[in-house]
């Protein structure tokens, strides 16, 4: 998987998805500073799901972005996406390769180092290490830090993301530890003070 520099950001969809949101990803999308987009909303429909993901999976084609679904392989192949992303508790990455061929597939990894190399060794696209820091999108059951990332760094050239309250104060950090891309909802789709658009453009 190639890695570019300048579209560092894994930017995650928030958990609804209202009317406004696909002008907001249009324009943040336009910055060119997005790798990938992860569709992950657990509330609807598999049919509500098909419609949203057609309309996102469009506008990610047009901004050249990797478009990812959340823990579920099979909607990943009906929507046609580039990849899925996996949890520890979701569809064992063995059998999701089998469903998904040659796509793109991501393995949560917490703070483990175990976990990191079992991910390595099923040849997992990217590896996913965090809470970095405390996050309003999802509970905190595990916390992770830089050492993990300059660890894992020394035995594998597999992409790297961290995940984890991101923000325009502690994003730096990470890119200079090593991360290859920054997962980051919360900073564009709830700031109470920045709208999406300027909230991404303060992640230079």
Known sequence: MKINKKKFIYLISPNN???SFYKN???VLKTGKVGFFQLRIKR???NKKIIIGKKIKNICKKNKVKFIINDDPLLAL???ADGCHLGQKDMNIKIAKKILGKKIIGITCHNSMNLAIKAI???ADYIAFGAFNQSKTKKTKYMASVK???KVKKFT???V???GGINAVNYKNLLLNNANFLAISGYIWKNKKYKPLQAIERLK
Do not use: G, H, M
Request: net charge positive; aromatic share 4%; no cysteine.
């Open 78 to 80: 009906k929507l046609n």
């Open 44 to 46: 609807y429909s598999q």
């Open 121 to 123: 060794k099923a040849k």
């Open 17 to 19: 998805i209202p009317d």
């Open 148 to 150: 993990i990332l300059n």
């Open 157 to 159: 050239k597999t992409p």
């Open 161 to 163: 993301v961290a995940i």
């Open 25 to 27: 990803l249009k324009l």
